[in-house]
């Protein structure tokens, strides 16, 4: 945590003494006085046999005084969170939250995740080194169409990869271990907005939870990252490519309406057109609303929401009941086996549930039953 002298030098912060400044201001303002201004780390992973599957990820909020982290663990049909919630202070350097620690090794090469022990009997270490080359993402925002009308828009950028990752997983006394053949994607991202504050600060706006959901998987020679392409370290293919709007057709289950299978096509800036069919793995999903996208399903703490003393908290969910599913069900990551002309992969295939049922439902354009 931060150390005590540090208050009395604010703004300043041990980051200020690294040759990094970009503007005149320390490191500590931020650019914007909006309150929903944020940084943000999230990682999902699973091991080579699909077996397990863990999402992690944390948000400092600067004009808030506000940090949170969470992690959450899918295996064998139990869902277990963890969550945890501080005061930032005045060293952004320090990552930790409660006993979610990760720690940077090498800027854009190598993170370490860890889950200290916690009342949910949920730990974990996982090395993740990354492997694809990451493409700064552009600002993401229009002039034109604040909420409300006349206000700047939201900006998001940031970037994203696949890694490899090593290590292992402790959940309800059992060990999985992570090793050869092992992966996972992260991002980090950064800016206003993305449902920071939930409904008390989303200025009668759409309260973001995400949009149409995404795709995260590797292939021997390429990546799909939602509506980019990226390549391999060394690949001689330069930057990366775009993936245009895709034609999705999806089967759900019956009794929840949450995403089972898909076929879909993406059509590449190449002109090419790829085609993966998703499989689901039995119930390996990590339910986002547990990470506070879109409130959590027993306590509706949002992203940046919680202003609180210091808290971790979490629970478990047997998720191989149909009424727990349904009842936890949002922005959701699916861990499942994918084909795309002739090459099997694992991957994940994120959707908004049962939204993403009523677009099919509705015969919305690019949704339709599979």
Known sequence: MTEPHLDEQFPLS??????????????????????RAYERYWMVCHDAAGSVVVAVGGSFYPNLDRAEAYAIVSHAG?????????????????????????EIIRGLRHWRFVL????????????????????FREPLSTLAHGTPPGRRNDVTTGFEGFGTVRGWVSAGGERI??????????????????????PALSLGGRLHVGT???????FGDWTLWGDRVYYYFGDSRPGSGRVRRPT?????????????EGIIDYPLDTGEVKTLHYT????????????MYGGTPDGDIHQGSYDGPDLVEGETYEIARPEVR????????????????????????????????ENCAAGRAGWAFL
């Open 212 to 218: 149409n959901g995404n795709a995260f998987v590797a």
């Open 280 to 291: 689901k793995i039995d119930q390996l999903t990590t339910f986002l609303r547990c990470g």
């Open 326 to 357: 349904s009842r936890i069900a949002g922005l959701d990551e699916h861990l499942c086996v994918v084909e795309c002309d002739g090459e099997r992969s694992i991957g994940v295939y994120q959707t908004i549930d049962p939204l993403a049922y």
């Open 248 to 260: 999705r057709r999806l089967r759900f289950e019956p009794d929840t309406n949450i995403f089972a």
């Open 177 to 198: 271990e992570l090793g050869e053949g092992s992966v996972g994607t992260r991002d980090r991202h950064w800016g206003t907005g993305r449902g920071v504050g939930g």
């Open 14 to 35: 041990p980051i200020d003494d690294y040759m990094i400044h970009q503007t005149p201001d320390p490191i500590r303002v931020m650019w914007t006085g909006d309150p």
């Open 78 to 102: 139990r869902h277990t969170s963890v969550r945890a919630f501080r005061r930032l202070g005045v060293d952004r350097t320090d990552l930790r939250v409660g006993p979610i620690a990760p």
């Open 116 to 135: 200290e022990d916690n009342d949910q009997d949920l730990a974990f270490e996982i090395d993740f080194e990354d492997t694809t080359r990451q493409t």
